[in-house]
């Protein structure tokens, strides 16, 4: 009986090199070239003008396809002063604004930041946070990472033919991987 306990774990040992020296076959879907996108064009869906939270215009520049879902970026072009997002939480998605033009309130957990042209400000994952903009116009770049569902949650809330209640917002943000937790932000 032990010398058959002995071969099972000899056999056992022997395949566990082979198991963890094996390369990783993940099959990359993303596209084979580099691509540029133009300024003030996106790469899929057009300019995606939101409803429910701000009636800013969002480009898509890296689409989650794009990256096998490592991350999104989108351009925002901000058009609707005094106002921004409710307080949320991003279940699965570190966030990144770079502010290329105009000004910004962010909160992040107890913090309250100020941000204008080429401030940077990093958002963590499962922290509530909000921005609100302060200028009449500006510009940012949003960086999501991984991409998680924010592609489809702003071709969702663009697709809208009315203007959402707060309650029908909150449904999509859970539907996407978010949760409102409080208002939006007021400066």
């Known amino acids: 009986m032990k010398r058959n306990k002995f071969i099972a774990l000899a056999i056992a040992a022997g395949s566990a090199p082979a ?14 070239n580099g691509f540029k996108i133009p300024a003030g064009e996106g790469r899929l869906h057009g300019h995606i003008k939101l409803k429910g939270v701000n009636a800013n215009i969002l480009d898509l520049k890296i689409s989650g396809d794009d990256t096998d879902g490592g991350m999104a970026i989108f351009e925002q072009t901000s058009i609707s002063q005094g106002k921004g997002t409710p307080l949320h939480v991003h279940h699965f998605q570190n966030e990144v604004f770079y502010v290329i033009e105009g000004k910004y309130f962010f909160k992040v957990g107890d913090d309250e930041f100020h941000l204008s042209d ?21 510009k940012m770049t949003v960086t999501f990472q991984p991409a998680g569902k924010m592609e489809n949650f702003f071709v969702t809330v663009a697709a809208l033919d009315y203007e959402p209640t707060k309650e029908e917002m909150a449904r999509i943000f859970e539907d996407n991987e978010m949760s409102v937790v409080g208002p939006p932000l007021t400066f």
């Open 118 to 138: 080429g401030d940077s400000i990093f958002l963590p994952r499962k922290v509530p946070h909000a921005w609100t903009q302060v200028s009449e116009r500006g």
């Open 19 to 32: 198991f963890l020296f094996s390369e990783n076959k993940r099959t990359f879907t993303g596209p084979d």
